[in-house]
């Protein structure tokens, strides 16, 4: 009788594993620390003007040097949609 999972299958699955593994973590990561450094301002909170002398706050991060990540915002969609469900 042969194995239920030989090696080519569990070797074909662990690509698909690997990704589920990430993509959890990544999301936890999410809901443990919301916020990510801003890459407009590269967390100072103020960028420079198109002429290069004035500096103004970040229009990204609001001058917090701080951004919501995108697995936040997905979260957070996720979330309101199950809230406007339930109504």
């Known amino acids: 009788m042969e194995a239920l999972v030989d090696s ?3 070797i074909a699955s662990l690509p698909c594993l690997a990704l589920v ?4 973590g990544y999301l936890g990561l999410c809901v443990v620390s919301p916020f990510g450094r801003c890459r407009a301002c590269h967390a100072t ?11 103004r706050d970040c229009r990204h ?5 701080l951004r919501l990540r995108v ?17």
């Open 8 to 10: 080519r299958t569990m």
């Open 21 to 24: 593994i990430v993509t959890l």
């Open 71 to 87: 697995g936040r915002h997905v979260i957070n969609h996720l979330h309101d949609e199950y809230e406007a469900a339930k109504r």
């Open 61 to 65: 991060c609001a001058g917090t040097g």
């Open 45 to 55: 909170g103020r960028t420079r003007s198109r002429l290069g002398r004035i500096r």
